[in-house]
């Protein structure tokens, strides 16, 4: 967000005063529009509300804005002169379209982390900065000779990062494939993005975990689809419940992360595995697996997927880099029987003409390399002493409070508070505090539930983080 600079020579209402008026002349107030109170705008700028007032004058004095009592500051209908210019009303633009925005609980997180990087952030699924390998990578990129062709790739994505795939996926998840079998994606999300859009149509019935990551993606609902849930238990979802909504609602697909499941980091049980294979080979199903986290399963014994058991060829497998290397090199994979890789690498050809090369290259050299394996070691280590950390915390901080179970893997620990809590206070008060988390209405669940991500935060910020936490708590008075 945009904010004064305080060691300009120029006034900080003249500041304020040129911000708004490029904003109303890039239309994002078109005329008419009634601009945010004096009262709001000096907390979002951090200034006095008299300095507001003071730039609000200046546009009213050059004829762009028009205040009227009890009705509030508008843009002049004709703020450049006698003759009225229309300036398309962006703002119903962005509220249109069939994609939907994320959740509001979603974008309170960001704008929260925008305005203030120092809160200590629980919330984003991602590796922080010091488990990521950037040394290696860097050594990579400084001793390796990159093609000098710098054009479009492969629609499917580079040939020499999906031949390393072949190879990784036979070692590490127990997949036999080939590289005709492979789509690159910028990650497991435009993977989903591309099945929602291409492989399914609106009304279509698909099942998803409950709690899911799923749920928090709008795609789904952009997409038109309707949302059946499978509860999530210690073992994973149970494939018993597919029979009855196929036969109630003729799902059509199925959505599992069966290995450290996001939120709740439940690993789908042996039985359970080969019941869903069954019902689903049964009913002619396809599975969707997603599995971004196996390689972090802390004691190196990684649970192989459903995928890797699919004698049907029923399963379109996904996985990504995002979560066992670095989410910026936005490297993910999708495992599916070649007429579907052709139709999805269609169109994601028609959406971005395919990824950039060079993140392709480093991902296949990374994974050849003799760095990787060293960096799995040493992150699963890692997220072991965070998890630990983080337990060790909310027993402190917040003994006999929640209920939650140790997860061996993955970056989430999913705790359900004794009590009741309001998600959005709850949230409020704690960025208030200096903490974010997500609420476990995010992922469907009742209010009550929270996902602490203990791969974000620096180890020595665990501790206070959960110390701000429960002042929020014991400052909504929730008697936990």
């Given at each position: ?6 060691d ?6 003249e ?13 994002e ?5 009634l601009?945010?109170?004096?009262r ?14 003071a ?35 962006w703002?119903?633009f ?23 990087p ?11 900065a ?57 990650g ?5 993005y591309?099945?929602?859009q ?35 238990d210690a ?9 009855a909504?196929y ?17 709740t980091g ?30 972090t399963?802390?004691d ?7 995928k ?10 996904i ?9 910026g090199?936005?490297?993910g994979?999708m ?25 392709q ?11 990787f ?23 402190q901080?917040l ?19 004794n009590?009741?809590?309001?998600d ?23 209010s ?9 935060p ?9 110390s701000h ?11 936990v």
């Amino acid at each position: 967000m945009w904010k004064p600079d305080r060691d300009s020579n120029k006034p900080i209402y003249e500041q304020i005063a040129d911000y708004l008026e490029r904003r109303i002349s890039y239309g994002e107030f078109p005329p008419g529009s009634l601009l945010p109170s004096e009262r709001k705008l000096a907390e979002q700028l951090g200034v006095n509300r008299s300095t507001i007032i003071a730039a609000f004058a200046e546009l009213r004095s050059l004829g762009i804005i028009e205040s009227r009592t009890g009705s509030g500051t508008r843009v002049n209908k004709t703020k450049w002169g006698a003759t009225p210019k229309h300036t398309p009303n962006w703002r119903r633009f962005a509220e249109g379209g069939n994609f939907l925005p994320n959740l509001p609980f979603l974008r309170r997180i960001r704008e929260a982390l925008i305005q203030n990087p120092t809160l200590i952030d629980f919330a984003s699924g991602e590796l922080s900065a010091d488990l990521a390998p950037t040394k290696e990578i860097a050594e990579l990129m400084n001793n390796y000779e990159y093609t000098s062709y710098l054009g479009y790739d492969n629609p499917q994505g580079s040939t020499l990062l999906r031949q390393a795939l072949v190879e990784y996926l036979a070692k590490y998840r127990g997949i036999q494939t080939t590289e005709s079998s492979i789509l690159i994606t910028s990650g497991s999300q435009q993977s989903l993005y591309l099945i929602t859009q291409c492989l399914l149509s609106p009304g279509d019935a698909v099942a998803i975990e409950d709690p899911s990551y799923c749920y928090s993606l709008p795609m789904f609902q952009s997409a038109g689809l309707r949302l059946f849930r499978l509860p999530v238990d210690a073992e994973g979802a149970q494939a018993e419940d597919i029979r009855a909504l196929y036969k109630k609602h003729r799902i059509k697909m199925l959505f599992l992360n069966p290995n450290y499941q996001n939120p709740t980091g439940a690993v789908l049980s042996d039985e359970r595995r080969k019941q869903f294979l069954d019902v689903t080979s049964e009913l002619g199903l396809p599975i969707v697996e997603d599995d971004p986290f196996s390689l972090t399963s802390y004691d190196g014994e990684a649970p192989l997927p459903l995928k890797a058991k699919d004698s049907a060829g029923a399963i379109l497998y996904i996985g990504s880099f995002s979560k066992i290397a670095a989410s910026g090199l936005r490297i993910g994979w999708m495992v599916a029987p070649h007429s579907i890789v052709e139709r999805l690498a269609d169109a994601r050809q028609q959406m971005d003409f395919g990824l950039s090369i060079i993140p392709q290259q480093v991902a296949g050299q990374f994974i050849k390399s003799s760095y990787f394996e060293p960096h799995l070691d040493r992150l699963r280590m890692e997220l072991r002493f965070k998890r630990d950390l983080l337990i060790e915390a909310l027993e402190q901080e917040l003994p006999s409070a929640a209920q939650y179970t140790i997860p061996q893997g993955g970056l989430h620990l999913w705790c359900k508070f004794n009590n009741q809590i309001n998600d959005s206070k709850l949230l409020d008060e704690s960025i208030k505090k200096g903490v974010v988390f997500v609420p476990g209405s995010v992922y469907g669940s009742d209010s009550g539930f929270v996902r602490f991500t203990f791969a974000r935060p620096k180890a020595e910020d665990i501790r206070l983080g959960i110390s701000h936490f429960s002042k929020a708590i014991r400052e909504l008075d929730l008697n936990v």
